[in-house]
Antibody, heavy 123, light 106 residues
Framework: EVQLVESGGGLVNPGGSLRLSCAAS????????MNWVRQAPGKGLEWVSS????????YYADSMKGRFTISRDNAKNSLYLQMNGLRADDTAVYYC????????????????WGRGTLVTVSS | SYELTQPPSVSVSPGQTVSISCSGD??????ACWYQQKPGQSPVLVIY???KRPSGIPERFSGSTSGNTATLTISGTQAMDEGDFYC?????????FGGGTKLTVL
């Protein structure tokens, strides 16, 4: 089955750190650009970060630069998000999402999403 | 930073046609796509590359663009189509989402 399964969410104190994981299965993970997208409670979707198949090209939303680090391990079919300096406004469901491998940059879209993992930043 | 603007909410009667707009500077020069999200569920891609429908998405969903506006149209709307709809585009190596539109089928 083609799927993405996130894990690693939980409750963390402001200023703390958390590492999210996303396990991919059922497709050629090493051929796909992967992303993190988040959604605060009751709010809209917000793109977080993107990583190319070989990890060569990595991009972040401005508000996440310097605090979040995206990475991947193609041998383990896994995507990661290291989050440091967490703030209350980082509280959200974090989704792992795939961009199809054949898609050009100007045409990025997410054709596969995980179910998300909830991160709550609170003391 | 680039922004996409959607109406916060739209409503439609069952069986009728509804359109949801998404506007952004020079959006006509970019590709737009659309997601549907039902309560408690992950987003689902319903339109990509302005007008294309992924396999498994009903034909009543269609997309179009004109000038700086992309539009998602649902023909013969059904109760199951209720949910939040988000447009999305790419700009300068970032992904931008619209604020979302809540569709209510009355």
């Amino acid at each position: 089955e083609v799927q993405l399964v996130e894990s690693g969410g939980g409750l963390v104190n402001p200023g703390g750190s958390l590492r999210l994981s996303c396990a991919a299965s059922g497709f050629i993970f090493s051929g796909s650009r992967m992303n993190w997208v988040r959604q605060a409670p009751g709010k809209g979707l917000e793109w977080v970060s993107s990583i190319s198949p070989s990890s060569t090209y990595i991009y972040y939303a401005d508000s996440m630069k310097g605090r979040f680090t995206i990475s991947r391990d193609n041998a383990k079919n896994s995507l990661y998000l290291q989050m440091n300096g967490l703030r209350a406004d980082d509280t959200a469901v974090y989704y792992c999402a795939r961009i199809p491998g054949s898609v050009a940059a100007q045409n990025w879209y997410f054709d596969l999403w995980g179910r998300g993992t909830l991160v709550t930043v609170s003391s | 930073s680039y922004e996409l603007t959607q109406p916060p909410s739209v409503s439609v009667s069952p069986g009728q046609t509804v359109s949801i707009s998404c506007s952004g500077d020079k959006l006509g020069d970019k590709y737009a796509c659309w997601y549907q999200q039902k309560p408690g569920q992950s987003p689902v891609l319903v339109i990509y590359q302005d007008t294309k429908r992924p396999s498994g998405i009903p034909e009543r969903f269609s997309g179009s663009t004109s000038g700086n506006t992309a539009t998602l149209t649902i023909s013969g709307t059904q109760a199951m189509d209720e949910g939040d709809f988000y447009c999305q585009a790419w700009d300068s190596n970032t992904v931008v989402f619209g604020g979302g539109t809540k569709l209510t089928v009355l």
